[in-house]
């Protein structure tokens, strides 16, 4: 029958002592007394049924038995160490939460969040994606983003950018777009649209209440597919304004429509208000940068 696995206070007596080949620096090290150091090496040696030091007036002197131990017990330490380092905090780190829409989070902060890092260097960011708002309820979020009516995001909330609906495409179609005809236009695409929104395509009367054929749960969703050619997107300009901004899809020539749903922002009271600050003026002069292609 295997002997049971000694104490790790044993093992990292052990360890300290084979380095420094002194119980006195070992203790220092670790914090504890000589004496406490020297019991926990003879407990492991009792164990082993092994002497692991060779031990005199002027220093220790390992055993063979301790040179092929030294190796392991070192690398497993090492590992252990690892393995809960990424639990203890980091004070000295400064950390900022988000929790965001999808939307938000694909198609305006990934493709810039790098900006943001090189001005804050020493800032860690977790971003925690949500689409509905009890998906909220369980962040414990420095800032959320989320999209809804006023009613829904809470008293406080701040609109991003003025909510408006813009019918996008790919280039292709908005060259074979006619303003003066567009139920002819549109008579052979896609209307792909988001659900949750009180405006919908048969807002557009020259439509004649025509509705989506494609509903998506993310304005990002409706934008990549509006990208891919599925069809042309009824969606919110804050999302679509970086593709827009770089030519992957283009406003069709039909007029943008005001939305009761919106894009808001909570700032919870924290104790990193300046680095809050930081990103929600970040994050507005990105937003500035696309909305001109949008309007």
Not at 105 to 113: G, S
Not at 160 to 173: M, Y
Not at 218 to 239: E, F, K, Q, R
Request: no cysteine; glycine share 4%.
């Amino acid at each position: 029958m295997p002997k049971s696995l000694p104490p790790l206070t044993w093992f990292r007596a052990f360890d300290a002592a084979a380095r420094h080949l002194s119980f006195t620096q070992a203790a220092n090290e670790l914090g504890l007394t000589q004496s406490a150091i020297s019991q926990h090496v003879r407990a492991l040696e009792d164990h082993l049924s092994t002497p692991l030091f060779i031990r005199s007036h002027r220093a220790l002197q390992l055993t063979d038995a301790a040179r092929l131990l030294v190796p392991d017990v070192a690398a497993s330490l090492a590992r252990l160490t690892r393995a809960t380092a990424r639990f203890v905090p980091q004070s000295a780190q400064m950390r900022l939460t988000l929790a965001t829409s999808v939307s938000v989070a694909q198609h305006l902060i990934a493709p810039n969040l790098h900006d943001f890092q090189t001005r804050h260097p020493d800032v860690t960011i977790q971003i925690v994606t949500a689409i509905w708002p009890d998906d909220f309820a369980s962040t414990n979020a420095d800032i959320e983003i989320r999209f809804g009516t006023r009613d829904v995001v809470g008293q406080g909330a701040r609109l991003l950018q003025p909510s408006l609906l813009h019918a996008v495409g790919t280039p292709s179609l908005n060259t074979r777009f006619e303003p003066s005809d567009p139920r002819r236009s549109l008579s052979d695409q896609k209307l792909i649209q988001p659900v949750g929104l009180s405006t919908s395509w048969n807002t557009y009367a020259a439509l004649d209440g025509r509705e989506a054929d494609v509903f998506v749960d993310t304005h990002g969703l409706a934008v990549d597919l509006a990208i891919g050619g599925a069809g042309i997107a009824l969606t919110h300009s804050l999302i679509s304004g970086p593709a827009l901004r770089d030519g992957r899809l283009v406003a069709l020539p039909l007029p943008a429509l005001p939305a009761e749903e919106g894009y808001y922002l909570h700032q919870k009271p924290a104790t990193n208000q300046l680095l809050q600050e930081a990103f929600i003026d970040w994050l507005a002069k990105i937003i500035v940068k696309n909305q001109s292609l949008t309007t």
